[in-house]
């Protein structure tokens, strides 16, 4: 199975694996948002979900909400549902029911990249989550099907750290990190997040993809399918301008304790395209 850029440029590739340095770090409205820009260029898109966790039978889980946000051309496929908010090979353990293989990640993807221009695989949690008692990973299902990682990372104090051992997991693997995505951009970005979105890539030695703002998962369909283009670099098939510069000055100069660490949101491309707009479509629904 082939990974990576392909010749057409701007998610070029057959496979790609959605993975984090974290759970609740926005990695469903990632891939709802990468799925809604290749579909509006015209790509026939599935999204495969080894192991959902934390929902019980019958309940939408993540795989649903991708098809809610970027549209119901999406073949969604689950492989795995277990009740507990664990990782997969303990809620399989708990609830008494069969882990989910490496093996069967890559059979199923497989068959759907077969019949869709892109599968998105979307993992349980952090890169090394375990899918079984043996200890295997989503690491491993993207080893055998040679596919690339993209990691979706938060903003704040940590991310660099955290983003910088994910990549050298992958590496380690021999995977290649396709990139990185901020999967919560904070409506009032402080230093740490803005300082971070313009030094993460080069910490963690992979080029920074996106900055999906926070709430996106609540703007109404059609809004986010709209928006989600802004989102997203050129890496992704989108036209986010990439990260600003890490702001200068001294505490006294704005940045300190007086301002509770805050900053005002400027610079070229900190604050994502499209996010006036957004905040303008949510204070319209709220007033």
């Known amino acids: 199975m082939r990974g990576g850029t392909g010749e057409r440029g ?3 590739m057959s496979v790609l694996v959605v993975s984090g340095t974290g759970t609740e770090i926005g990695k469903t409205v990632t891939t709802a948002a990468v799925a809604a820009v290749a579909l509006a260029a015209g790509r026939s898109v599935a999204v495969l979900k080894p192991a959902q966790t934390g929902v019980g039978p019958g309940d939408p889980g993540d795989v649903d909400e991708v098809l809610r946000l970027a549209g119901d051309r999406v073949t969604p496929v689950e492989l795995a549902r277990f009740p507990e908010p664990l990782a997969p090979s303990t809620a399989a353990r708990r609830a008494g ?8 990640v890559a059979e199923a993807a497989e068959k759907l990249a077969a019949a869709h221009d892109l599968v998105l695989i979307e993992g349980a949690g952090g890169l090394l989550v375990r899918f079984d008692e043996e200890g295997t990973t989503l690491a491993d299902a993207a080893r055998l099907l040679a596919a690339p990682v993209l990691i979706v990372a938060t903003a704040g104090l940590g991310t660099l750290n955290m983003s910088t051992l994910t990549t050298e997991a992958l590496r380690a693997r021999g995977l290649t990190p396709e990139g990185i995505v901020i999967g919560s951009w904070p409506t009032t970005p402080d230093l740490a997040s803005r300082c971070n979105l313009a030094e993460l890539a080069d910490a963690a030695g992979a ?15 059609p809004e986010f399918r709209a928006a989600a283009g802004g989102w997203l670099g050129p890496g992704l098939g989108g036209s986010w301008a990439g990260p600003g510069r890490c702001p200068r000055g001294s505490p006294g100069a704005g940045s300190g304790p007086s301002h509770r660490g805050r900053v005002r949101p400027t610079g070229v491309g900190v604050v994502p395209p499209g996010w006036g707009s957004f905040h303008r479509a949510r204070s319209r629904r709220t007033v």
């Open 207 to 221: 080029p920074l993809l996106g900055a999906i703002p926070e709430g996106a998962g609540s703007l109404p369909a």
């Open 97 to 104: 029911l069969p882990t989910v293989s490496p093996a069967q």
């Open 10 to 12: 701007g998610l070029g």
